[in-house]
């Protein structure tokens, strides 16, 4: 195959289109061993977090179903919706921003889909099979005693994996005490969050069994995105080709060897690669910043006593002026966008109330005349307890005059329950001079005001 059909030819993808399997090297250097720092305490994080619990909440809980969405142990309810979504828009912001800044750095170093893929079940698999070589010899030889062994343990262990996966994947969705009835009672009192676990652990399995590398060619928008979130001062993955061109091996016979760049030409770029690229062709969608390419040939310049780093984190500033990474007045906005939205995020979680109130006078109702020179309006509340305790919750007019009869009284509001109430409140006639009346209602938490809520009270004018 030529160097032109190579370009535009992808490594998952043989000359009649079907898939080709990829068997990316592993070669252990610096950036491997960092990331493999972060990938443990991401996976660590990752699989505790549903189980911490502050004050009696999860520490992390996004439960669509109930509208319950659960934020460092706060928990934040349909009427603080808005605060999830200034969150979400935030952390998008971030990734713009560091996308611009330093490409796919999410994808290679964050993405639960990389870690897992390149730090648990690839590891899995070279435990189990060997290193490529091995596992390609092995998928092309016949069924033997030693295939069905080896292949029936890696994928027992990969459904294993992936149900355990499943099951943190839901305790995200439902909580890790309604996972924990799932599994502790009867099957037919769940039969739906059963069949969700063994869906969801199917997924998985087929993602990282099978599906693979794909996920961030092909199913990802994430890679293509990326073509206008760079640009030339963007620090990326890149090959610094202006050093390592013209490429070729190293002939000592040669008395009089034509000049070469550092780049010898071996290829191991391309062997580490887990999405199968060559990176020497330039910035391409299928990068993760995985830094695989980055380890391998370091550990060839280092053998061959050139310097380090002719693959390495660049930007083309950097590779065509010699320039140092650049913050640019597109970073800078975008870093001055996202403190900006962490602040307003800040200060509405902050002064968030434990006890959302909404009060509204009774549609389709007029004032009520009563005994005793008293007019009664019919009003009703919704309140919303965000806190994990019982609270004790009290009406209490500003003007001394008014008088609340409750109805439906509410003593206890039990810990993220919604109650409504309905109450009178009535006012001497001869306080009314207009017929349109602003009041005051105090709303007290175990004797304490915590809220003031206005509304208009109607009545005949003296």
């Given at each position: 195959m030529s160097d032109q059909e190579i370009k535009y030819h992808h490594q998952t993808v043989d000359e009649k289109g079907k898939r080709r399997w990829l068997y990316p090297l592993i070669r252990?250097?610096?950036?491997?061993?960092?990331?493999?720092?972060?990938?443990?305490?991401?996976?660590?994080?990752?699989?505790?977090?549903?189980?911490?619990?502050?004050?009696?909440?999860?520490?992390?809980?996004?439960?669509?179903?109930?509208?319950?969405?659960?934020?460092?142990?706060?928990?934040?309810?349909?009427?603080?919706?808005?605060?999830?979504?200034?969150?979400?828009?935030?952390?998008?912001?971030?990734?713009?921003?560091f996308t611009s800044a330093?490409?796919?750095?999410?994808?290679?170093?964050?993405?639960?889909?990389?870690?897992?893929?390149?730090m648990v079940f690839r590891k899995l698999e070279i435990w189990i099979e060997g290193e490529p070589a091995a596992r390609k010899k092995l998928d092309n030889s016949p069924w033997n005693q030693d295939k069905i062994i080896k292949k029936t343990t890696k994928h027992f262990l990969y459904i294993l994996i992936s149900f355990f996966i499943a099951n943190t994947f839901l305790a995200y969705i439902i909580g890790t005490d309604e996972l924990w009835k799932i599994m502790t009672e009867p099957i037919q009192q769940h039969l739906t969050g059963f069949v969700s676990i063994w869906v969801f652990t199917a997924a998985f399995y087929w993602v990282f069994a099978h599906f693979r590398e794909l996920v961030c060619i092909v199913a990802c928008p994430y890679g293509r995105l990326q073509g206008v979130l760079l640009d030339k001062n963007s620090l990326i993955v890149a090959y610094h080709y202006l050093r390592g061109e013209p490429r070729g091996r190293i002939k000592k016979s040669e008395v009089n060897p034509e000049p070469l760049g550092d780049c010898v030409d071996c290829n191991l770029c391309v062997a580490v690669c887990p999405t199968g690229i060559d990176i020497r062709e330039g910035t391409q969608l299928e990068c993760v910043n995985c830094t695989a390419c980055i380890d391998a040939?370091?550990?060839?310049?280092?053998?061959i006593n050139r310097p380090r780093n002719l693959i390495g984190y660049y930007s083309e500033e950097m590779i065509k002026n010699n320039e140092q990474p650049k913050f640019t007045l597109r970073m800078k906005a975008y870093s001055i966008v996202i403190v900006l939205m962490m602040a307003i995020s800040t200060y509405f979680i902050l002064s968030r109330k434990d006890i959302d109130?909404?009060?509204?006078?009774?549609?389709?109702?007029?004032?009520?005349?009563?005994?005793?020179?008293?007019?009664?309006?019919?009003?009703?509340?919704?309140?919303?307890?965000?806190?994990?305790?019982?609270?004790?919750?009290?009406?209490?007019?500003?003007?001394?005059?008014?008088?609340?009869?409750?109805?439906?009284?509410?003593?206890?509001?039990?810990?993220?329950?919604?109650?409504?109430?309905?109450?009178?409140?009535?006012?001497?006639?001869?306080?009314?001079?207009?017929?349109?009346?602003?009041?005051?209602?105090?709303?007290?938490?175990?004797?304490?005001?915590?809220?003031?809520?206005?509304?208009n009270f109607l009545g005949p004018v003296n």
């Open positions: 252990v250097g610096d950036w491997y061993k960092y990331r493999s720092v972060v990938s443990y305490v991401l996976l660590v994080f990752l699989f505790g977090a549903p189980y911490l619990k502050i004050n009696g909440n999860q520490f992390i809980l996004f439960n669509i179903i109930e509208r319950k969405f659960i934020l460092f142990g706060q928990v934040f309810w349909p009427q603080d919706f808005f605060i999830i979504v200034l969150l979400m828009l935030t952390g998008l912001v971030a990734i713009v921003l330093f490409g796919r750095i999410f994808c290679g170093w964050i993405c639960p889909q990389t870690i897992f893929l390149e040939c370091n550990q060839v310049m280092d053998k109130v909404t009060i509204l006078r009774a549609s389709g109702t007029l004032y009520q005349e009563q005994p005793n020179g008293y007019v009664s309006n019919l009003y009703t509340a919704e309140l919303v307890n965000k806190t994990s305790k019982a609270i004790k919750v009290d009406f209490e007019s500003e003007d001394k005059d008014a008088k609340i009869k409750w109805i439906q009284a509410v003593d206890k509001i039990e810990k993220e329950e919604t109650v409504k109430v309905t109450f009178f409140v009535m006012l001497p006639q001869k306080s009314i001079v207009k017929t349109k009346t602003n009041i005051k209602l105090l709303v007290k938490i175990d004797g304490e005001i915590i809220d003031h809520i206005e509304t």
